[in-house]
């Protein structure tokens, strides 16, 4: 080969690594980038506030400008406004897909675990009833801690907390459990031990139950039916919450179409009337639950495997199915406080 032609090959090569090295670069660059979006996208990460809301903060507000009536409470006796209930019943009934509880003219097809849970039709049916069904779409990820924690926060959850789902921490910011106990509440939690991790100091009693052992189906829920009743003829609590873990586990396990998910639909169907039964046979003129709030909802929704987590519809969509505000009779201060909603101006900050 002649020296010219060395020289070109030479170059010629050289300027096939260069531009292999370019490619090289080039996409090493693209990759660096892809994790950098990622990291800073699905990895979002929260930042808990230390700074918990006081009696004062309305009055500091520039947003509010309070009304002058007679619902507003003197801020040297006591916070906000004027309760319009005594007593709250929360029960949690976990991974409550919406269709669980909306009857099934709502859809195309009728499928066997639609329509099982009968009472909470009955409720929001009945001539002069205050009962009522909501739906509520939520953000991913669709887990019960991050769900309990966006409930009581007003948060929004993060892809990278899911990994806190086995060791829950207890939440440092504002809540609403705090508030409820801060301001003399005394809440009462049965079943589901995470509310324990997450609020270990908030409760004046609490009743937990181990939660991941995912192939028992009843020991969470006996625990909460064996604890609840009692306590619907005691007037020692304001805010009372049972979580039931037998629908969540039962997807799991079983799947949605099963056997076992609507035993286990129509177990809570029997519970959900016994309790109704209970607070509308104390519900008179001052009676124990004159004033007491009915809320019964789920955390999140599943799939039709019983999966939950991420972000198909059926884990969004149904993730809290809620049939809230029954005041089961509609001759108390719940009716007129709800009918005579107002909300303050507000401007823009």
């Not at 892809?34 to 700074?51: D, H, K, N, P």
């Not at 039931?244 to 997807?251: E, P, S």
């Not at 046979?281 to 495997?305: A, C, F, K, W, Y």
Request: negative net charge; aromatic residues 10%; hydrophobic residues 40%.
């Amino acid at each position: 080969m002649s020296k010219s032609g060395e020289v070109s090959w030479k170059s010629e090569n050289l300027g096939k690594r260069r531009w292999a090295f370019v490619v090289f670069l080039g996409i090493l660059i693209l990759h660096g980038l892809a994790i950098l979006v990622f990291t800073r996208g699905f990895l979002l990460t929260r930042t808990e506030l230390s700074q918990y809301s006081h009696c004062s903060d309305i009055q500091q507000s520039p947003c509010f400008s309070p009304p002058q009536d007679d619902q507003m409470v003197n801020h040297s006796k006591g916070c906000w406004t004027k309760p319009a209930i005594d007593r709250i019943f929360i029960i949690v009934l976990d991974a409550l897909r919406y269709d669980f509880v909306a009857p099934s003219t709502f859809f195309y097809e009728k499928k066997p675990w639609m329509d099982r849970l009968q009472v909470l039709h009955k409720l929001a049916s009945q001539p002069g009833s205050f009962a009522k069904i909501f739906k509520a779409i939520g953000d991913p990820p669709t887990t019960s801690l991050q769900r309990l924690k966006g409930l009581t926060t007003g948060g929004l959850p993060t892809f990278i907390d899911v990994g806190n789902s086995f060791g829950a921490p207890a939440i440092i910011e504002d809540n609403l459990i705090y508030q409820m106990a801060k301001n003399g509440k005394r809440v009462v939690m049965m079943g589901d031990d995470t509310w324990v991790q997450l609020f270990p100091q908030h409760f004046n009693i609490s009743h937990p139950f181990p939660s991941f052992n995912v192939k028992d189906l009843d020991t969470v829920d006996n625990g909460c039916v064996e604890h609840l009743f009692p306590y619907l003829y005691q007037e020692d609590w304001d805010v009372l919450i049972a979580h039931f873990l037998g629908v969540d586990h039962a997807g799991h396990i079983f799947g949605v179409d099963s056997t076992e998910m609507i035993e286990k639909l129509e177990q809570y169907n029997g519970i959900l009337e016994k309790v109704v039964d209970v607070l509308e046979s104390r519900s008179g003129p001052g009676g124990l639950h004159e004033n007491t709030l009915l809320l019964v909802m789920g955390d999140h929704g599943q799939t039709i495997n019983g999966n939950h987590g991420g972000d198909a519809p059926e884990e969004r969509r149904g993730r809290y199915a809620l049939a809230p505000l029954s005041s089961l009779t509609c001759c108390n201060s719940i009716c007129s406080a709800w009918h005579s909603v107002s909300f303050w101006k507000h401007r823009a900050c």
